[in-house]
């Protein structure tokens, strides 16, 4: 969805560097979140925010911290990252009310740690 | 949330229509059937959502039993960029944000 954007796109970098994926999006929501994709896996949750001051960690939130900088920026950082980060990322929005609660994913970051 | 089935894979001719099954008999009364697609490493899309009542969209249809335990995404009229991933998602409504992604249904559009 070209609502949500996610830089960069592709990423290889090695081992213990710290690396930061953003994400930002046009569509007024107010809710972002980050998701892992491994191959043959489903998506799994790393962190998700409902507001500027509201972070909660997801699933799978070891080894990564993020930042919810405006309503339209939520940045993923991996302080020293490891192999085994290495993974497709997506960030997602959704809009707060109503009683379905649907997600529009970003395009999708590659990362490879060497 | 419920647990979804769906089938590994299914084929689908150019130009036919697309019917994709998921069984979610433990679903329960406030939980809304979810559908998405993957296009090849892409970021998932979203394609439509119902909770009791059959929905309509300019992507494609969602049929929901009665009993509501299963339903059936149908794309009218497939075309090559519908091959995908397809992800039948059960999930509850209002604060309950969490959508958990399955194996999904691998659909090959041929010509």
């Known amino acids: 969805d070209a609502d949500v954007t996610q830089t960069p796109r592709n990423r290889i970098t090695k081992t213990g560097k710290r690396i930061m994926l953003e994400c930002s999006q046009t569509k007024g929501h107010d809710r972002m979140y980050w998701y892992r994709q491994d191959p043959g896996l489903g998506l799994r949750l790393i962190y998700y925010?409902?507001?500027?001051?509201?972070?909660n960690k997801g699933e799978i939130s070891d080894g990564y911290s993020v930042s919810r900088q405006a309503q339209a920026k939520f940045s993923l950082s991996l302080e020293s990252a490891i192999p085994n980060q290495t993974a497709l990322y997506f960030c997602?929005?959704?809009?707060?009310?109503?009683?379905?609660?649907?997600?529009?994913f970003g395009p999708g970051t590659r990362l490879t740690v060497l | 949330d419920a647990k979804t089935t769906q089938p590994t894979s299914m084929d689908c001719a150019e130009g036919r229509a697309a019917n994709l099954p998921c069984n979610h008999s433990t679903i329960s009364g406030n939980e809304y059937v979810y559908w998405y697609r993957q296009i090849h490493s892409q970021g998932p899309q979203y394609i439509i959502h119902?909770?009791?009542n059959n929905e309509t969209n300019e992507m494609a249809s969602l049929i929901i039993t009665e009993d509501r335990k299963s339903s059936t995404l149908i794309l009218p009229h497939a075309t090559l960029r519908d091959t995908a991933v397809y992800y039948c998602i059960v999930r509850g409504g209002g604060s309950n944000y969490k959508l958990t992604f399955g194996k999904g249904t691998l659909l090959t559009v041929n010509p």
């Open positions: 119902g909770l009791k």
């Open positions: 997602a929005t959704s809009e707060t009310g109503g009683s379905a609660d649907t997600q529009y």
């Open positions: 925010s409902f507001d500027v001051k509201d972070i």
